[in-house]
């Protein structure tokens, strides 16, 4: 027993010391965050080249945290310590599974309030790209889908089928009044919306996108795994320091943004086909 524990707060050391290293380059590249006192008219932008937050360049330095994955004690701890690593933005995905459990049930509360998760890195100073889906991947079981869309027989997933575009249409009007007021345009945080996640691999439905929203530009490499998710009884998945900083600094030189995924990882609670740590 005092062995395992020995190992695995030197794996947490590890995975600390790692993320402040690239916290660093990040520094030393692009300098530090900042900025906030800005106007509000513009909003975030893209031309074919760079990222700009109300005209001037901007650089996504992002972390993902997601706050159903990390008991809400410790949202501010682990928001500060990516804050103390240089990074600007936080990107979290949105759980249409939880947030929604049956169909005619929400719940925005206690561990699941993102008003307030968003509203705590806006007061800490973190921009956030709101990651809603509807599939959002995740290590969740059917990609963060409800399971109860499956009661109908004839359901296509992810598709311009009637029945699930009218499930998507009833969790938005719940969820986008929401997050409308945290809009940075409105004084708030979020600076970007991601929907769908991962798509061509798993369904392709050319309409269906349209249905979400149109692609554009400039580049970005999004998810950046830092780790790896874990499986119960297996081993903790770490990568190499040195290959997670060189690896960062060049995506830097090339003058793209960056997520790290994941910043923090936490646990699915048991609840889910994996936990990412």
């Known amino acids: 027993m005092v062995v395992c524990r020995v190992r695995n707060a030197h794996k947490r050391k590890y995975a600390l010391i790692c993320l402040c290293i690239v916290g660093f380059v990040m520094y030393k590249y692009l300098g530090p965050a900042g900025g906030r006192r800005i ?9 074919s080249s760079q990222l700009t937050l109300e005209g001037q360049p901007f650089h996504i ?16 701890d682990r928001l500060l310590k990516m804050k103390a690593c240089g990074i600007n933005t936080l990107t979290t995905y949105v759980p249409w599974s939880l947030h929604q459990p049956e169909r005619e049930v929400f719940n925005f509360h206690t561990q699941l309030d993102l008003e307030a998760y968003i509203n705590l ?13 509807p599939y959002i991947s995740s290590e ?37 009044p929401k997050v409308v007021p945290l809009q940075f345009k409105k004084g708030g945080p979020i600076i970007a919306v991601q929907v769908e996640n991962e798509y061509g691999s798993f369904a392709k439905d050319e309409s269906y996108m349209f249905f979400i929203k149109e692609p554009s530009s400039p580049t970005m490499v999004m998810d950046y795994w830092t780790g790896g998710y874990d499986v119960w009884g297996e081993l903790h998945h770490v990568l190499p320091p040195e290959d997670t900083v060189s690896t960062v600094r060049e995506i830097l030189r090339r003058g793209m943004s960056v997520n790290l995924y994941m910043f923090h990882g936490g646990s699915s609670f048991g609840l889910h086909e994996r936990s990412a740590r």
């Open 39 to 47: 106007t509000r008219k513009v909003g975030l932008s893209a031309n």
């Open 61 to 76: 330095l992002g972390g993902s945290i997601h706050y159903f994955r990390v008991p809400r004690a410790y949202w501010r």
């Open 121 to 133: 890195a806006d007061e800490l100073g973190l921009w956030v790209i709101l990651r809603p889906g």
């Open 140 to 176: 969740l079981d059917l990609g963060g889908l409800p399971s109860w869309l499956l009661r109908d027989d004839s359901m296509k997933l992810r598709t311009t089928y009637p029945g699930f575009t009218e499930a998507v249409n009833t969790f938005f009007d719940k969820l986008i």
